[in-house]
T-cell receptor, first 118, second 115 residues
Framework: GAVVSQHPSWVICKSGTSVKIECRSLDFQATTMFWYRQFPKQSLMLMATSNEGSKATYEQGVEKDKFLINHASLTLSTLTVTSAHPEDSSFYIC??????????????FGDGTRLSIL | AQTVTQSQPEMSVQEAETVTLSCTYDTSENNYYLFWYKQPPSRQMILVIRQEAYKQQNATENRFSVNFQKAAKSFSLKISDSQLGDTAMYFCAFMKGGTGNQFYFGTGTSLTVIP
């Protein structure tokens, strides 16, 4: 149980294109979802936290107009990279959690999306 | 702010041997959780082991165990009887207790198990 599906797994597109990445909790309702960015051979950096039905909370230095997050349902959150440029190329990973207290509800990670902007 | 430090960028171990990965963290919180995640070449993050800060007993999961030293803010991972499938990046992570809790990850240790 507790499967998180991320789609697409790999996308290549031209500079200036907007790209949408989906994160779905397949067998549980995810009250909170997290979006991370990972550069090659580096750690995961939290970009934003999204709670169902409310605005996402962005980490310092992350442009909210550049990285649009929507968490419209308890099973789906989307990250849209608007007007993507080569410097946005990275590996993006989402995680999802049910409930509000970790003690009973751990985070579950998706398989990640490799974004390459030409 | 919370910081997590992994001082070993790369490590290697012979198959069937034991290896210990280091992690230290800095926090003023009293209620928190610590984790080790494994990220193989497939890039999926896999939970290896977790430790609740209020528990004095070190967590164990089969061949994986931790040495949790709360006063020293140290949380090392010991892998016994290393297997080829253990080759991966290992990330130490910190999470505050309570609501809205996100992970703070260390920079990772790349572990190679040598046949």
């Amino acid at each position: 149980g507790a499967v998180v599906s991320q789609h697409p797994s790999w996308v290549i597109c031209k500079s200036g294109t907007s790209v949408k990445i989906e994160c779905r909790s397949l067998d549980f309702q995810a009250t909170t979802m997290f979006w991370y960015r990972q550069f090659p051979k580096q750690s995961l950096m939290l970009m934003a936290t999204s709670n169902e039905g409310s605005k996402a909370t962005y980490e310092q230095g992350v442009e909210k107009d550049k990285f649009l997050i929507n968490h419209a349902s308890l099973t789906l959150s989307t990250l849209t990279v608007t007007s993507a440029h080569p410097e946005d190329s990275s590996f993006y990973i989402c995680s999802a959690r049910a409930g509000t207290d970790y003690s009973n509800q751990p985070q579950h990670f998706g398989d990640g999306t490799r974004l390459s902007i030409l | 702010a919370q910081t997590v430090t992994q001082s070993q960028p790369e490590m290697s171990v012979q198959e069937a041997e034991t290896v210990t990965l280091s992690c230290t963290y800095d926090t003023s919180e009293n209620n928190y959780y610590l984790f080790w995640y494994k990220q193989p070449p497939s890039r999926q993050m896999i939970l290896v082991i977790r430790q609740e800060a209020y528990k004095q007993q070190n967590a164990t999961e089969n061949r994986f165990s931790v040495n949790f030293q709360k006063a020293a803010k140290s949380f090392s991972l010991k892998i016994s009887d290393s297997q080829l499938g253990d080759t991966a990046m290992y990330f130490c992570a910190f999470m505050k207790g309570g609501t809205g809790n996100q992970f703070y990850f260390g920079t990772g240790t790349s572990l190679t198990v040598i046949p």
